[in-house]
């Protein structure tokens, strides 16, 4: 059997370029296949370009994010503490996010693993502030799900926390999926009960307090209904409906 080559090592200093072919090819793979994650990583890595790059400078001109840089927390690592998940009082963004993992059965770990899919993440273990804030990104993305009331485990709850997510970081590949992914529900429900749910989450992730700048160890032990209030999360009403009216119809996947 012949040995796949070794990737080529990146820079993540110097921003990628665009590559829209990929990505495309990446899109058409997941809209077959909502649950082919490895093809979100493909997609990011293809257009997202130089939003780590970004978002880092903008962290170091946050209150606090000079220290959160600093400190270079890794957060797979953290949140894969079930010792420290399991110590979170009732009622709290940690407590919520443990029933989240137990009732999904995801994990940090199993994030990161995905994540390695060749020609996806980029940002493993290499010792850079830009490659650590793009394992910052990665990481968070189950705790936004929490934090939103998006669901992790169904389609739209994900589109909407794309389009959330794009709001936030800015990320080319986010507002990719999310386009494609409304187009899609279009055709498969014939209502535009999701587009107006993912256009929702937009807003709210541009309404919302800029996420990246949270001390996540700290916002975990917040009650969740203080730290939505706090960082300006709305209801997501209009998801509601778009749920309720899935439901109805019978539709599990978009």
């Known amino acids: 059997m012949a040995t796949q080559a070794p990737q080529p090592l990146i820079n993540p200093g110097v921003p990628l370029k665009r590559e829209w072919g990929t990505a495309l090819s990446a899109l058409r793979r997941l809209l077959a296949n909502g649950d082919d994650t490895e093809q979100v990583f493909r997609i990011m890595r293809a257009l997202n370009g130089d939003v780590s790059q970004r978002n880092y400078r903008k962290l170091l001109s946050m209150p606090g994010g000079g220290r959160l840089a600093y400190r270079r927390l890794e957060l ?11 110590s979170f009082a009732p009622g709290t963004l940690g407590a919520a996010y443990r029933d989240f993992l137990d009732s999904t059965g995801y994990s940090a770990d199993g994030l990161v693993q995905v994540s390695m899919v060749e020609g996806g993440f980029q940002g493993i273990e290499v010792e850079h502030p830009y490659a650590w804030m793009g394992r910052r990104e990665r990481d968070i993305h189950d705790l936004w799900h929490v934090l939103t009331g998006y669901k992790a485990d169904e389609h739209l709850g994900e589109l909407c926390l794309v389009a959330f997510s794009y709001a936030q970081t800015g990320g080319t590949g986010w507002g990719f999926i999310a386009i494609g ?6 055709r498969t429900t014939g209502r535009l009960d999701c ?19 949270e001390d996540y160890e700290q916002l975990l032990e917040e009650p969740l209904d203080a730290a939505r209030a706090r960082l300006g999360i709305a209801e997501p009403k209009r998801y509601r409906v778009a749920q309720a009216r899935l439901a109805e119809a019978g539709i599990g996947a978009l």
């Open 195 to 213: 587009v107006k749910a993912i256009w929702e989450g937009y807003r709210h992730g541009k309404r919302a307090g800029w996420l990246h700048a």
């Open 181 to 186: 992914g409304a187009l899609k529900s279009i």
């Open 76 to 86: 797979s690592q953290r949140l894969s503490d079930r010792g420290w998940i399991d």
